[in-house]
């Protein structure tokens, strides 16, 4: 971890902008480009870069597992909690027309919502993804990551 | 500013499950997110049934997501075939669940269960999915959401071949799914609409025949490898094989059998039978498809050595005999078909289980491991006997019913020769269902080998869904004619009759 100070030091330079733009691109999706698609997979490969440079076994400190298994179904009752919202308000499913006083602040509320359950299910399960491939053959029989402090004396294999 | 409950059933029907999904990650805990799923399953069956009734009432039902008026919108439409259609998919998922259960405890290791049951629970919320919208390119996402759940379940078993075959099944699937995709593709180059209802009045307007008939031979062609129709069945046997048993179970009752939904609603719904039947020759090739499979599926059948298999080999013959019915382009045999379709579900269900049943005890389907087992284990096969009985179309069973008013069609369709070949692939049907029957009774038990249990009778919990499957299936011959009303009511309507 001496080596490539050049390449941490941008790093660390950059990710904090990465996942700013990230959350720009998400909440500045209802009025430009952009969304809770695109603004995760940014958060994500801001995630994934600290990965790449600093190591699973840092990054997976950073990240916990057990907290992305949380975030990838959250997202998804985020945006079907929107929904059974809005149809216990008197609506359609998904209809954000109630879920404010006046129909236009409720579609704005309605689609921001949304499209941050949709921006915290695609960050959290585009880690996972990145998690399972680089930590293959490096899990114990119940599927957790074997990191250098919690079996010090294993070298993992590179 | 209240919430009427029986107006939002449609989407009801798809919500529950798919929240159910997320929610099983969160709960962790197998039993109460199998608690979970049973409720959510359940509760489908009851809003299916309310919503049969509600369109034996009141006609077809629509549904605006959103409250976005179609065509811009995504619109929920259900008539009587897709009411039945959800019947269907959600009594299966009710029956099979108890089931799964405890065949799912021994065959997925605990840490995978919660990821198990999620796949579980968008499986069954993409079939209701694709049954219950009225929008072509809904139809599609929800097909991958099934699909990909599908991969997912196939390859969660123990055995380690169930990755393979999980794997063909993905590209096959896939390929189907984007054959699919460029149809409706296709279709919404043409007129500029994704509403089936919409399509379906534009259609007729549109003045490049050349790419109309395109976008269907893609549909057709996507639909038939979905629905594992010959010779695009090949990544059926394997799938069924090394699938656990309780997803083999389910999906051979559901998946394909919505895939057939998907085509007929294509071909009545949004092309018209006049183009499906009349400008393309859909009903000849079908038909010649069809017989192909009756016969090659039961033939494999005769000869395979693993049950599991031999069952998947069935099921492409018994598409054959839906198809059939369909390519006859009568409303007759449209209903036979769509009558053989629900039979079949439930009778495949039925058979798989009871092999499920098997597995759970001795860990083999192969024929020869079932040696003797009807004294060790006599409700299981007597199980596997009475839905047996089925398949093959004995008189007082839902098969013989469905292949009468299969002949019945045929006849009335003026094609005399296709009885005869109903006749002796029925036959095979017997043979194959006969060559488990004899090694089960007539064949002495194998030795126990050294540390194995000794073979008892399945448990409970897998033997009460199994024959509750096979009441069903009896319950249905038992009353024949309502049931056959029914469904031609529903064809009735999907041809644009009544």
Redesign the interface.
Known sequence: MKHHSILRIITKLLIPLILLFALYVQFHGDFGPGGGFQAGVIFAAGLILYALVFGLDTASEVIKEWVL??L???G??IY?GV??AS????????????LAHDPVHGQHLGILLVELGVGVTVAAGLTTIFFAFAGRGRRNP??ALITKAANPTQEPQR | ???QLSA?LP??QI?VP??V???S??LRNPRLIWMAAFAATATCLGIAVALYSQVLQQGEIR?????WAPPIGIEYRIDQFNALMLILVSLVGTVVLPFARTSVDKEISR??QPMFW?AWMLCFTGLLGIVATGDAFNVFVFLEVSSLATYAMIAAGKDRRGLTSAYQYLIMGTIGATFILIGIGLLYMLTGTLNMADLAARLPDVTQPRTLKTAFVFIVVGCSLKLALFPLHLWMPNAYAFAPSAVTAFIAATATKVSIYVMLRFFYTIFGAEFSFGTMPLGEVLMILALVAMFSGSLVAVFEQNVKRMLAYSSVAQIGYIMLGISLATTTGLAAGMLHLFNHALIKGALFMAIGAVVYRTGSAQLDQLAGLGKKMPWTMAGFVAAGLCLIGVPLTTGFLSKWYLVTASFDAGRTVIPVMILISSLLAVIYIWKVVETVYFKPALALKPGQEAITEAPLSLLVPLWVMVAINFGFGLQGSVIWQTVLQAARQLAGES
């Open positions: 298994m949380i990838v179904p959250l998804v009752l079907a929904g059974v149809l216990i308000l008197g609506g359609n499913f998904l209809d954000y027309n109630v119940e599927g | 500013m209240s919430m939002h989407a009801l919500v798919l929240i999904a997320p929610l990650l969160l549904y605006f997501m959103g409250g840490q995978r999620t």
